[in-house]
């Protein structure tokens, strides 16, 4: 759009002329957002205008009911409207603070109104303005007034917004008020709204008599009621199932529509891997091994979840998947989430395939140096241009590495299957990227989770793959007990880890952050919070107060790679008693001598994580322990913290979970970038199933989507979302 000539509209002023907006205008360029809201907006995720109307309110309050003067109770939240009869400034000459004296009336009487440290209202309401008040009467030391209500003038006959109807409230982050909120929002919605195209079929929005977009969008931000609000809600939840399971359902069919290498289970070689295990499979193990070789077996490609809790042993069921793949003929690949993690897998499946043959590589990302473990010799350690070359030829069986893999340098000779280690979904054309021959077949991939994930979201958010469930751990593991630490006993805890410690054991401790004073959110703004404990001070303190006769080691995703695996090294060769760190230990590290979690600042962390980091001890035949620390008293804390208490398996955590929080936070919903309304909907089964339903009706009648562009458009988005495309 050009903005430096005049649109000729009457009045065009550029930025503030509305003829040159759209839904894709930024936000920068609209009239009243300076640098500084657009950039609390961009916190929210708010870009555009667009995104300014999906920001939806979390809730309402309903101040519809305009009562007459006379009518208004003392305590009672109430709605007048009247006129400004008088208005002056006053300071209270002790706490210097600034008070707005106002006394409003209508036809039925008068009464007092009293604003607080807002000065400058006197500039905006006069004597005799007509206004609009929603606030609660108390009752002050001489009288009663109306505290600090919410106004509007009614001056223009225009709609009201902020009183006497019902208002919206929306999630408020620092210094970006409801108000404000709504003020920027309305003009732009009653101007711009008919610009806003239904990407839902017309047939679904009939057959399930739903509000058509844009009267939904006007609904969700200012109903006209409370059951119009609901049902602009209803719309917006319908609409985000409906996509994801058009998704979904759409990346099925493809993945159906693909061949994938048929390779048969050989049954002696099974076996024989079996037989050549230390320990005995878990019936869980069985199972989700045998499906996964089951689907090995077909030519279409297999997509398939592997869940199962911190240490139930996935590991092996993926190394006897890849051994079937690589001695039908065929490469394997495995991807890990870490550098660290890599090489641990890349040591633990040399280990494990250590009878059968075999040619590994490692490819991890930073460094240089790749090795090659040949059978029952060294590791060899080899140039990475070789190491892709000997991949390429189809020379290495399995390759082990990090996100490096799916870089285009990376190509086999024919790959049979892709393994990803903590929940990474490829698409069609990722896999196809990996292979040489793309043209013939595509990899089968089978993508594992530590994190269990409630039976809803599964059959939304992974619909597109198939789930195998580990849901037992081996035997003779114990219970980890799990204890939340009060403030009183935090002595206790200290002598207790010096004891375990003189018992040849070692111990984590979790902190929320790396250093004091760093206040960063998610997406690297900063926040407000500088008490949670930190990794450095915390160190600092145990090492040289606490413990100072112990070694007490410190682990942090700063640190440089060397670093960091030299203090993993050192604990695992017990040369560290106590290790200090970030969540970086939080997936798949082993130290089966580890016998005590202590986690600090616990509130902070979600309850998969902590269930996580809890899975790091009771790895082994001895007793372990979790102790949670948290001087949060909110009571979801206390809710979050009993239910790791009460739970010791993951899938009935999960589900816990997701009654306490609500969906929005669980791993792998954050990708769909959907509202949190929308998410918050994932809970409801019948909403879920309708819209599966419906998705799938769509999809029969016109697999291409080919009437619906703008669907089509959302379901590309998606893929490139979700398959890190
Ligand atoms: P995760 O599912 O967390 O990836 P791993 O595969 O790393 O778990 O397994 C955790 C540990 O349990 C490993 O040391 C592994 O050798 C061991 N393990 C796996 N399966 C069994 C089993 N059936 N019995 C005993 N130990 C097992
Ligand atoms: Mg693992």
Redesign the pocket.
Known sequence: MDRTSDCGSEGCRFDSCRAHMNLSTPIGQLPRIGPIYQRKLKRLGVKTVKDLFFHFPHRYEDFSNIIPVSNVKLNETCCIQGKILEIENTRTWRKKMSLTHVVVGDKTGAIKVIWYNQPYLIKTLKKGDSICLTGKMVLGKRDAYLNNPSYEKLGSLEDLTHTGRIVPVYPETEGLSSRWLRFILKPLLIHLKSKIKDPLPKEIIKKHKLLDIQKAIWQVHFPDSLNLAKKAQERFSFEGLFDISLFTLKARMIMASKKAPSIPIDLELVQRFVKSLS????DA?KKSSWRILKDIEKPRPMNRLLE?D???????VATMAALNVIKGGYQAAFMAPTEILAKQHFKTLADLVKDFKLDLGLLTGKEDKFVSKKLKNDVIEISRKKLLEKTEEGKINLLIGTHALIQDKVKFANLGLVILDEQHRFGVKQRAKLSKKTKQAIPHLLSMT?TPIPRTLALTIYGDLDLSLINEL?KGRKKVITKVVSLKDRQKSYGFIKKQVKKGKQIFVICPRIEKGEKKDKKGDILGWAEAKAVKEEHKKLSESIFPHLKVGMLHGKMPLKEKERMMKDFKNKKVDILVSTSVVEV?I?IPNATVMMIEGAERFGLAQLHQFRGRVG?SKYQSYCFIFTDSSAKKTTQRMKALIDCENGFELAERDLKIRGPGDFSGTRQWGMPDLIMDSLKDIFLVEKTKEAARETLELDPQLKKYPLLREKIEEFGERIYLE
Do not use: N
């Open positions: 320990f005995k499979l878990t193990q199962g911190v240490g139930s042993g996935k590991t092996v530590a081996p798949g082993d790895r």
